[in-house]
């Protein structure tokens, strides 16, 4: 339910955006983020690149624009696949995720969830090496952007992941 805005609160509102133009119709959209830097070999344990990666997954692909995760967040947009990687292994979950996302891409699906869990507080080892994952140039060929889960998906224990349409 949404509530009402006070008049104090939409005369700051006002005062803020005073001076601001809106985007035009046509606006294009911002350049995407410049190649992350190669993923070290896969190990069975975390590791310092994993740890950093975590507390930035922008640095690891580009996220939805607010117009899509708005859709989202209401339901308005269907989750063409789910992968949940609860209990793997890192290799066995890298192997999981590239066979889905090319199998997901193939099969013209749009928006997929990745469930990778939390782990114990917060620092799931999942987590933080599915973002560089997808960054890697297997797949990032197939995502066109990624971003946390709404709480109703799985919040931040899964990642939406908008896959590019293929062209014939």
Not at 81 to 106: C, S
Not at 154 to 163: D, E, M, N, T
């Amino acid at each position: 339910m949404a509530r009402r805005l006070k008049d104090e609160d939409r005369r700051l509102w006002r005062d803020a955006m005073r001076g601001v133009k809106p985007l035009s119709h046509g606006a294009a959209e911002p350049p995407l983020a410049a190649a992350p830097e190669p993923a070290p070999a896969l190990s069975d344990g975390p590791s310092v690149v994993t740890r950093r990666i975590a507390s930035n997954t922008s640095a690891a692909a580009p996220s939805l624009d607010r117009r899509t995760l708005a859709r989202l967040r209401r339901g308005d947009l269907a989750i063409d696949a789910r992968l949940d990687l609860h209990g793997l292994t890192q290799a066995a979950a890298h192997r999981a995720l590239a066979q889905f996302v090319a199998e997901a891409a193939a099969d013209d699906a749009r928006l997929v969830l990745v469930i990778t869990g939390k782990g114990r507080s917060g620092e799931g080892v999942l987590r933080a090496a599915v973002p560089r994952w997808l960054a890697e140039p297997a797949l990032r060929s197939h995502v066109l952007a990624t971003t946390p889960a709404p709480p109703n998906l799985g919040g931040s224990g899964a990642l939406c992941v908008r896959l590019r349409r293929l062209r014939p």
